[in-house]
């Protein structure tokens, strides 16, 4: 990985293969099964998949006439998909950018098709191989607070590194001593992590939305959170860790 991939100043492509079988599916019917994909990482965006256009289904795809300007990647042709929609794939024929390039292969708009890794789904976009998630015990002093008010207190949180985010901290439930957790509707899915479920905060009085979030049944990688409850440090007013202790 080259530096100006990390770079967030410096417009920057990196194509690699991936040996993942990729499979797109619309409902139960096949549209196009690999083990020939590449991914497309941009700095500023989610890793995409594009598949050779000959691992599609025959007839699949129809090319379009629409066409639109791509800074890094060359000029976007769009391509019909049989079943799926007018537009909802597209190619780079002719942008030779990194190893392999472009030409001859095709992605689809991620929310029109159910995608596979070998054979489990995946949601939201392709986990970025480059970034990865470490959930560490600690017995430093992690404190929570909400409006002036020490909310929560542990010194046995997991910490949760999640490379290019900021460090999340991740309390037992019965280290929150001070508010009542009151169950939200909201649910938001991580590729990393899985699908969070939410609560609001009240204390006081008040109501405080969406401010704590738990993963009821993580992704294997990131199992020692499972039924922890983070703070949503943005929007609350501190996540206070202290130094750790000098050892006798």
């Excluded at 204390?203 to 983070?230: C, H, K, Q, T």
């Excluded at 501190?238 to 006798?248: G, K």
């Amino acid at each position: 990985m080259s530096l100006a991939y990390r770079s967030t100043a410096v417009p920057a492509v990196l194509i690699e293969p991936t040996h993942r079988r990729i499979r797109l599916l619309h409902g139960e019917t096949v549209l196009a099964d690999s083990e020939r994909a590449i991914v497309v990482y941009e700095n500023d965006g989610h890793p995409v998949y594009y598949l050779p256009a000959g691992d599609f289904r025959p007839g699949v795809l129809t090319p379009g006439e629409r066409t639109e300007a791509s800074e890094r990647l060359g000029e976007r042709r769009y391509h019909d998909v049989l079943g799926v929609g007018a537009a909802k794939a597209w190619s780079h024929d002719g942008a030779a950018i990194g190893l392999p390039d472009l030409a001859g292969y095709v992605t689809v708009e991620w929310s029109a098709a159910r995608w596979f890794e070998e054979d489990e789904e995946i949601f939201r976009h392709p986990r970025n191989v480059y970034r990865r998630v470490d959930t560490i015990a600690s017995s430093r002093l992690v404190e929570g607070f909400v409006a002036g008010q020490l909310v929560a207190r542990t010194r046995r949180a997991i910490f949760l590194f999640e490379t290019g985010h900021r460090t999340r901290y991740y309390f037992r439930r019965e280290d929150v001593i001070a508010g009542s957790l009151v169950p939200s509707e909201l649910h938001t899915y991580c590729p990393y992590k899985g699908e969070a479920s939410y609560f609001h905060w009240e204390i006081d009085d008040r109501r405080y939305d969406n401010i704590v979030w738990f993963y009821p049944e993580p992704l294997p990688e990131s199992s020692r959170i499972a039924g922890l409850v983070a703070f949503y440090e943005e929007k609350i007013e501190a996540i206070r860790v202290s130094a750790s202790e000098p050892r006798p």
